[in-house]
């Protein structure tokens, strides 16, 4: 990676009318928050940081070079993404040993979620080099604050499986967490996801479709999750980026001899991973405790 990044530029960034200098950073992999939609929601520390680091990396420059253009900065971006890391990865890891300061920005929100900078990250640590948070907009954040749903314990699931077994067999997996569930969806899958989780964690379980978060056309859906399957699958083209959240599920006690009760009831009409995945729906108990009490079962009864 040769100088010609930094030589010659300006290290400032433009607020309104006014040119601010960027204080030099310190050799470090910063990893940058950026706007998941609307530009105003950059952070001060993240504008300087990105005018004065000597390198730096972003998923799509194309998409990086509007916000750069916004506020008046003049540094150039290095493509770094799933397709070129093993190559690109190398490069920015010489230029911290060389002693430089790298950013590294996705083309939305905060680096490392759903993007290969896990990976980058992880060599930066292992090296022993530096690596410093930038803070800033987080779309499983802004979609958990706005969907009215219980935000004192949540999970991030990323994306589901494409396939529609895959999709079923992860959210059995996930039923019985005590959380708020967040997940990623395309505009295309979502009436599937939302039919597929009715089915899987039960069609009363409150959710959120939030959809375009902070752009022009922001949309909040709130209801069950047979309420929005139902919704979502009359919409002929659902359009923009999705944060699906679904709320915990209810509190249940069984007793251990109805536990027994619906194990036995399901396993006559289910194999035996589909009948653990229901109890675990219906008991709320974990369905890998369930799967084996089940095994038990039968082998004790022959």
């Not at 001060?44 to 509007?66: I, K, N, P, Q």
């Not at 979620?113 to 640590?125: F, N």
């Not at 995945?277 to 089940?294: C, M």
Request: aromatic fraction near 6%; hydrophobic fraction near 45%; charge should be negative.
């Amino acid at each position: 990676m040769s100088d010609e990044h930094t030589s010659g530029r300006a290290r400032s960034f433009r607020l309104h009318n006014t040119t601010v200098p960027a204080r030099p950073l310190e050799p470090a992999l910063y990893l940058v928050a950026t706007p998941i939609g609307n530009l105003g929601d950059i952070t001060l520390r993240a504008l300087e940081t990105l005018a004065g680091a000597d390198v730096l990396a972003c998923e799509d420059t194309r998409v990086t070079r509007v916000l750069l253009d916004r506020y008046g900065i003049q540094n150039r971006p290095f493509a770094y993404h799933e397709h070129n890391a093993d190559e690109a990865g190398p490069r920015l890891l010489q230029a911290l040993e060389a002693g430089r300061s790298v950013a590294l920005v996705s083309d939305a929100g905060t680096p490392l979620v759903s993007d290969p900078g896990y990976r980058l990250a992880l060599q930066a640590i292992e090296a022993g080099y530096r690596v410093v948070p930038i803070p800033g907009a987080s779309a499983p954040l802004a979609a958990l604050v706005g969907s009215g749903l219980p935000n004192d314990a949540f999970f991030f699931a990323g994306f589901l499986p494409a396939k529609d077994k895959g999709r079923r067999d992860r959210l059995a997996e996930l039923a019985a967490v005590p959380a708020t569930l967040i997940f990623f969806e395309s505009p295309h899958r979502i009436a599937a996801t939302l039919a597929a989780a009715a089915d899987v964690l039960g069609g009363e379980r409150k959710a959120a479709v939030c959809r375009e978060l902070t752009k022009t056309f922001e949309e909040f859906r709130r209801g069950t999750l047979t309420e929005l399957a139902v919704f979502y699958e009359a919409v002929e083209h659902v359009k923009g980026e999705i944060v699906l959240l679904v709320g915990p599920p209810e509190e249940t006690v069984a007793a251990e001899a109805d536990v027994e009760a619906i194990l036995g009831d399901l396993a006559r009409s289910m194999a035996t991973a589909k009948a653990a995945a229901e109890a675990a729906r219906i008991t709320g108990l974990p369905r890998k405790e369930l799967y084996q009490r089940l095994l038990d079962m039968k082998e004790r009864h022959g």
